[in-house]
């Protein structure tokens, strides 16, 4: 019989699956709160670690139950702070999360898939293809793992989590929903501060307006019109921008949700000035904020950011227009950070040629955007 992973349990089911357990040992009640803190309090890796519990005990819950706990493959850690765990999972495939540190934060990106099926352009994890959906503990093993990394190393608490690594975080509703459950009530991530990233997947939106927690939604956008954006992210053809927005309306109707847009900019093709109008007319029906994101330089390609003069430019039009926007510093370039891009040097495979794929060109180098 598999084993039951007690890190993919919600706080409610794991309680009463360890209820049960210790009742048939003959154990009483309080080793179901002995066990749940060393889960979600102390980040045990091993039920060997659960130290105030007899060895006995101890081994008849291994002999029942698993607890997920990827094994670094690789760490890196930026100049800037940045730190990029790569996780091998138990059946050796590889999931990337990023430790990023600002003096008033420390977010942490977790992936929710190996690889990832969107095949967005400009991404390197699409470069891999899909490989399989993580479970609610491969998830939160991420957290935790990173959060033990932090601990020890003084880094301070992680303040934000945000489901923007590898994989789309709603199409994986299955396992991505506990694991927010988890994080919110069992390792004590506030609600608002945890933020899901979509490219798109209109009732997965439609599933997460309609839970009472306020979780933060951000739309991976990155072109303010059909056209465009169904050159750089495939599944516009599917959900459509106008069904998308339609279900942000929703989102923003269920009350206290802000809206984030994330634009990467990339040199000559997404960033006129034109598109910055149009984003803001867009951007600008919502309580929203708009995370302009130069883009990370992928081997392979020939995109490249656009320009720090025309970044601002590009930022100056929306704010002009009421539309609050920031512009992200790059973090990690030094260690691949970008989403998929350590996992695709790991892995060594070489790139797909995107750009010809697409049949997307940049301007001429030197030629004028907004």
């Known amino acids: 019989m598999e084993r039951a992973d007690l890190l993919s349990l919600t706080p409610d089911q794991l309680d009463a699956v360890l209820a049960e357990h210790f009742r048939l040992r003959g154990q009483g009640a309080?080793?179901?709160?002995?066990?749940?803190?060393?889960?979600?309090?102390?980040?045990?890796?091993?039920?060997?670690?659960?130290?105030?519990?007899?060895?006995?005990?101890?081994?008849a819950l291994a002999e029942v139950?698993?607890?997920?706990?990827?094994?670094?493959?690789?760490?890196?850690?930026?100049?800037?702070?940045?730190?990029?765990?790569?996780?091998?999972?138990?059946?050796?495939?590889?999931?990337?999360?990023?430790?990023?540190?600002?003096?008033?934060?420390?977010?942490?990106?977790?992936?929710?898939?190996a690889g990832c099926a969107m095949a967005c352009v400009f991404c390197a994890t699409g470069w891999s293809g899909y490989r399989r959906q993580l479970t609610a503990g491969e998830i939160v093993a991420q957290f935790r793992g990173a959060r033990r990394y932090a601990?020890?190393?003084?880094?301070?608490?992680?303040?934000?989590?945000?489901?923007?690594?590898?994989?789309?975080?709603?199409?994986?509703?299955?396992?991505?929903?506990?694991?927010l459950t988890l994080l919110n009530q069992a390792y004590g991530m506030g609600a608002r501060r945890i933020t899901v990233?979509?490219?798109?997947?209109?009732?997965?939106?439609?599933?997460?307006?309609?839970?009472?927690e306020q979780f933060r939604l951000a739309l991976s956008l990155h072109a303010p019109?059909?056209?465009?954006?169904?050159?750089?992210?495939?599944?516009?053809k599917k959900y459509p921008l106008p069904l998308v927005l339609e279900a942000l309306r929703g989102f923003e109707a269920a009350g206290?949700?802000?809206?984030?847009?994330?634009?990467?900019?990339?040199?000559?093709?997404?960033?006129?000035?034109?598109?910055a109008i149009e984003l803001a007319g867009l951007a600008g029906e919502f309580q929203s904020h708009v995370n302009l994101i130069p883009f990370n330089p992928i081997p392979g390609t020939d995109w490249r950011p656009t320009p720090p003069d025309r970044q601002r430019a590009f930022a100056e039009i929306l704010e002009a227009r009421g539309v609050p926007a920031t512009i992200r510093?790059?973090?990690?370039?030094?260690?691949?950070?970008?989403?998929?891009?350590?996992?695709?040097?790991?892995?060594?495979?070489?790139?797909?040629?995107?750009?010809?794929?697409?049949?997307?060109?940049?301007?001429?180098?030197?030629?004028a955007g907004p």
Not at 32 to 48: I, K, M
Not at 225 to 236: F, I, K, S, Y
Request: with cysteine.
């Open 256 to 275: 206290g949700r802000r809206i984030t847009f994330e634009y990467v900019l990339i040199d000559g093709l997404n960033d006129a000035a034109q598109h």
């Open 30 to 59: 309080y080793r179901v709160g002995q066990t749940r803190a060393w889960l979600h309090e102390r980040d045990a890796l091993s039920f060997d670690e659960l130290t105030d519990l007899p060895q006995r005990e101890r081994d």
């Open 151 to 179: 601990t020890e190393r003084d880094l301070g608490a992680i303040s934000n989590v945000v489901f923007m690594g590898m994989g789309e975080p709603l199409m994986n509703r299955k396992a991505v929903f506990p694991a």
């Open 329 to 367: 510093s790059p973090r990690g370039r030094d260690i691949a950070a970008a989403c998929g891009q350590l996992r695709a040097e790991h892995v060594t495979r070489p790139p797909r040629p995107y750009l010809n794929l697409v049949g997307l060109q940049p301007r001429p180098r030197g030629q």
């Open 197 to 212: 990233s979509t490219v798109g997947v209109v009732p997965g939106i439609a599933e997460l307006a309609a839970r009472p």
């Open 225 to 236: 019109n059909h056209e465009l954006r169904a050159q750089l992210v495939p599944l516009e």
């Open 65 to 113: 139950f698993t607890l997920c706990a990827p094994v670094p493959a690789r760490v890196e850690q930026s100049a800037d702070g940045t730190v990029k765990h790569l996780w091998r999972l138990g059946d050796g495939e590889l999931v990337e999360s990023v430790l990023i540190p600002s003096p008033e934060r420390l977010t942490l990106c977790i992936s929710s898939q």
